[in-house]
């Protein structure tokens, strides 16, 4: 189909959206000329974590939360261990949040490589994927493998796998590396930081569509550096509330369209988290690799074109890999792998920066541990208010295209937020309506 | 039809082909983190359909499908049937696939209560009362296990149907892996509850390698005594309540570990 879409109805469609993790679709209403309705369909089949929560013990949800998501395992078991830890009144010494944070970078790493260079590269390249990519720009997927590899190797190396970690327990650790296995995995990532930089330089150099966007960025902001384990709650129009305040300000709504839920904040329609707004809210907070290089690529302090998320995630690749290698070069072992979190009755609230932005835990314990309560507030159903929003701007911008080509560029324009839909089932299916 | 369909592809690549259901993404995700194989194995397979890679789509039928994840709607149990007819070898890889996954927690409850828990309009919601392995519905050409599946095994799997040879892949316990490891005991040195007598081997022991008892994640093995393993867990301080959660986790629907966890559901006060 070639027409174009700016007189008459139109549908635009996708049933399966690709190169996202998890099932959804996109469907668009065009009523002459003007774009009536879009529509993020997420068919991803329900799997009430937040209801078989309710009567296991305080120890569990690490383990059991990592299965809502393989790509970001750790950023659930982080949300929640901090989230049991603030019901039980516990904080763990700085060694072992230290311990937290360099396993967070290795999610990072392996969570934004996948993105990057499987995902959303073969977009602005031309390519309906990374393995088709890979026959004219095999240097470019090798580099995204290796740095994809060296964030699974850390994971690895400090939660024992990398795709559901077997080592992280509320309260701390099982096992604590040991300081010459540290050592050891330096030489791999000084390559990771080097092929980060290079990426850096690579996708900055792609097109970007021109586009602003204007919703407010919500992201976590910590004393310990750029955001990733725990902080306080700030936004771009000066917002700002302890994470136990996040159910005052953040409604969850459920649309009859998805199985995930929309999640609005003080009644405003849609928000932003994810690296832009990270980057946005947090940038003097980046390592000094990671600014200089931002510089050097172009961002500005404010990033607001959601095509160059690809840039932000990047230059979040380097400060990931930069400040892994500080802790490890830092290391000094610990007294204990974890710390005691006796159970007692009460509330806790846990939020972490996943790669996909802000994750929101909250449980409900009673005295002897049992979780009376689960809560679960992923990224990607926060954003997803906003990614409807930003397709109706691209969309009604771009009626003029050939319909095939417009939905191609809806689908980059999905994937600029790296959409988890699993995680956000609890979330996505591309169709376009011409009525 | 399928058959004749299949006939003068021999010279050709085999077709592979992911498919994805109920599930968290990790077991397709593992064939991604095959990060040296990844280019290699194209070059192998055709990768025919496989959503999360590529939005190129090559029309089956397909040699080889791997599937991911449970059955839990109605819409799920008619779309199996059809990767089924499209399929000449299904392979199902993950707790999911393989025993309906941790979102058959729901088997053991009501679901229109998990439902209202979640979602404010509940209606808005289709789901089924159980999550069902894909055995359930269609016939199964191989089942492998694990949360999440192990690397090694997927491409031993995947090399032995492109070979055309059984698989080989062990189905004795997590304590012989344990054992060649050389790691030591911990349910015996450090009084740890562990499922590993009980687990099938996969992922090399690696939780005892922790010092954390084995949680189960390859489901049981071929011949599971689990009431034995049953009454260590008392003697090392477990109580019912606790003895069926440890049982009731991402293999809840195994028969052997859903029989267990519901003899300790009995006996809880």
């Not at chain 1, 947090?282 to 390592?287: E, I, P, R, S």
């Not at chain 1, 931002?294 to 302090?301: I, Q, R, S, V």
């Not at chain 2, 058959?3 to 992911?18: E, H, I, S, T």
């Not at chain 2, 010092?211 to 489901?219: A, D, H, I, K, Q």
């Amino acid at each position: 189909m070639t027409h174009k879409l700016t007189q008459g109805d139109h549908v635009l469609k996708v049933d399966t959206l690709a190169r996202v993790e998890g099932e959804g679709a996109m469907h668009i209403v065009v009523h002459d000329g003007l774009v009536a309705d879009v529509e993020l369909r997420i068919f991803e089949p329900p799997r009430f974590f937040e209801a078989f929560l309710r009567g296991r013990a305080w120890t569990e949800p690490p383990d059991i939360t990592a299965r809502i998501c393989g790509i970001c395992p750790v950023a659930y078991q982080m949300s929640s261990c901090l989230a049991i830890e603030d019901a039980c009144g516990v904080t763990v010494p700085e060694e072992l949040r230290l311990l937290r944070r360099l396993l967070y970078c290795g999610e990072w790493i392996e969570s934004h490589s996948l993105h990057i260079f499987l995902l959303h590269a073969p977009d602005f390249l031309g390519y309906p994927g990374a393995i088709e990519m890979a026959a004219d720009h095999g240097d470019v997927v090798q580099q995204g493998l290796r740095l994809k590899k060296a964030g699974n190797a850390l994971m690895t190396l400090v939660g024992g796998r990398a795709i559901h970690p077997v080592n992280v327990r509320v309260g701390g650790f099982y096992r604590l590396p040991t300081t010459q296995e540290l050592r050891d995995f330096r030489p791999t990532l000084v390559r990771a930081r080097d092929d980060a930089v290079a990426t850096v330089r690579l996708v900055s150099g792609f097109d970007f569509p021109d586009m602003v966007q204007p919703q407010e960025y919500v992201a976590l902001r910590s004393p310990h550096g750029y955001p990733l384990e725990g902080g306080s709650v700030i936004s771009s129009t000066g917002r700002a509330f302890d994470v136990g305040d996040f159910g005052r300000h953040v409604v969850e709504e459920h649309v009859a369209r998805s199985n995930a839920l929309h999640a609005r904040l003080d009644g405003t329609t849609s928000y932003v988290v994810g690296p832009l707004a990270r980057y946005t809210l947090n940038h003097d907070q980046l390592g000094p690799l990671a600014r200089e290089v931002a510089h050097d690529a172009g961002l500005a302090d404010e990033c607001r074109n959601p095509f160059q998320s690809i840039v932000v995630r990047a230059v979040e690749l380097v400060h990931a890999t930069d400040e892994a290698l500080a802790i490890i070069d830092a290391w000094d072992g610990a007294s204990a792998p974890s710390v005691q979190v006796p159970p007692r009755a009460g509330i806790g609230h846990g939020a972490t920066e996943a790669p996909r932005g802000l994750l929101y835990h909250r449980y409900e314990l009673a005295e002897d541990g049992t979780i009376l309560d689960a809560t679960i507030v992923p990224p990607t159903s926060q954003n997803q208010p906003s990614i409807e929003a930003d397709l109706r701007a691209f969309v009604q911008a771009r009626l003029d295209l050939p319909h095939d080509e417009l939905v191609r560029q809806c689908e980059q324009a999905i994937r600029n937020y790296d959409p988890c839909i699993s995680c956000a089932t609890h979330f996505l299916d591309l169709t376009m309506e011409e009525q | 039809m399928a058959g004749d369909d299949m006939a003068g592809q021999d010279q050709k690549r085999p077709k592979l082909a992911v498919w994805k259901f109920a599930s968290c993404d990790g077991c397709q995700l593992t064939l991604l983190n095959c990060e040296d194989e990844l280019i290699p194995l194209a070059g192998a397979v055709e990768i025919a359909y496989f959503p999360e890679a590529t939005r190129a789509v090559v029309e089956g039928p397909y040699d080889v499908s791997l599937v991911e994840g449970s059955v839990t709607t109605a819409s799920d149990a008619e779309r199996i049937r059809e990767v089924r007819r499209v399929s000449r070898r299904l392979i199902t890889i993950g707790a999911c696939a393989t025993s309906g996954g941790i979102q058959a927690l729901r088997n053991f409850a009501d679901v229109a209560q998990y439902r209202s828990v979640v979602y404010a309009h509940p209606e808005y919601v289709k789901t089924l009362a159980r999550s069902t392995p894909i055995s359930e519905h269609v016939s199964v050409d191989y089942e492998l296990r694990g949360c999440p599946i192990n690397a090694s095994q997927l491409l031993e799997v995947l090399a032995a149907f492109v070979q055309d040879r059984r698989p080989r892949i062990p189905s004795y316990s997590v304590c012989v892996e344990c054992k060649r490891r050389g790691a030591i005991c911990v349910a015996v040195a450090h009084g740890t509850p562990c499922l590993g007598p009980v687990t099938q081997a996969g992922c090399g022991a690696l939780c005892p390698a922790y010092s954390r008892g084995c949680y189960g994640c390859f489901g049981p093995q071929d011949t599971p005594n689990t009431q034995s393993l049953a009454d260590r867990l008392r003697v090392l301080g477990m109580d019912e309540s606790a003895a069926m959660r440890i049982f009731r986790t991402f293999n809840a629907g195994a028969e052997a570990f859903r029989a267990q966890s519901r003899r300790h559901e009995e006996m809880a006060p």
